[in-house]
Antibody, heavy 122, light 106 residues
Framework: QVQLVQSGSELKEPGASVRVSCKTS????????MNWVRQAPGQGLEWMGW????????????GFAGRFTGRFVLSVDTSVSTAYLQINRLEADDTAVYYC???????????WGQGTLVTVSS | EIVLTQSPATLSLSPGERATLSCRAS??????LAWYQQKPGQAPRLLIY???NRATGIPARFSGSGSGTDFTLTISSLEPEDFAVYYC????????FGQGTKLEIK
């Protein structure tokens, strides 16, 4: 069956970097784009962007292009059917659960990873 | 930016009752709207896409309606497992989420 398995929780200091992985199985990786969504503690969902898994071309939403480009890097490795989210120069406000989710036709998030908690604290 | 406003923030109902959740967009999103359910400690689950289409495996008691700026998620008869937080999302350039409606047991 289709599965998205994310890497484990991370505790990082401010200014450090972290990479979250999202390993997929049960389908052809390059047939679906990958969305990334974050959820701060006790808060709602926030769509970050998506990546074209065929080309590796990332797209951040109009609402987030300025906030996320530069510090947030989306990438894929098709040889291992895995998508990655890297966050550079971590800030306390980056503390959140980060989800990958397979983008179904139209861009909706149909299959989700279990989430990765990233905690930024000194 | 498209802003999605969900109401009410919290809805208290009993099992067997009908639930009606609202999502209003600040500008038209046509029918490009989805609904998700999230239970504590779990990832969200897609319920409805394109305003009225149930996702695979979603029970028939869940239905969606609306177009333009006003949308509704209806749960015809609440089961104990339906008590959760529900989010709407548009799939346009903004992919905005609403702030969520918490459906709690009365």
């Amino acid at each position: 069956q289709v599965q998205l398995v994310q890497s484990g929780s991370e505790l990082k200091e401010p200014g450090a970097s972290v990479r979250v992985s999202c390993k997929t199985s049960g389908y052809t990786f390059t047939s679906y784009a990958m969305n990334w969504v974050r959820q701060a503690p006790g808060q709602g969902l926030e769509w970050m962007g998506w990546i074209d898994t065929k080309t590796g071309n990332p797209m951040f939403g109009q609402g987030f292009a300025g906030r996320f480009t530069g510090r947030f890097v989306l990438s894929v490795d098709t040889s291992v059917s895995t998508a990655y989210l890297q966050i550079n120069r971590l800030e306390a406000d980056d503390t959140a659960v980060y989800y990958c989710a397979r983008s179904e036709g139209g861009g909706y998030s149909g299959v989700w990873g279990q989430g990765t908690l990233v905690t930024v604290s000194s | 930016e498209i802003v999605l406003t969900q109401s009410p923030a919290t809805l208290s109902l009993s099992p067997g009752e009908r639930a009606t959740l609202s999502c209003r967009a600040s500008q038209s999103v046509s029918t490009y709207l989805a609904w998700y359910q999230q239970k504590p400690g779990q990832a969200p689950r897609l319920l409805i896409y394109d305003a009225s289409n149930r996702a695979t495996g979603i029970p028939a008691r869940f239905s969606g309606s609306g177009s333009g700026t006003d949308f509704t998620l209806t749960i015809s008869s609440l089961e104990p497992e339906d008590f959760a937080v529900y989010y709407c999302q548009d799939r346009g350039n903004w992919h905005s989420f609403g702030q969520g409606t918490k459906l709690e047991i009365k």
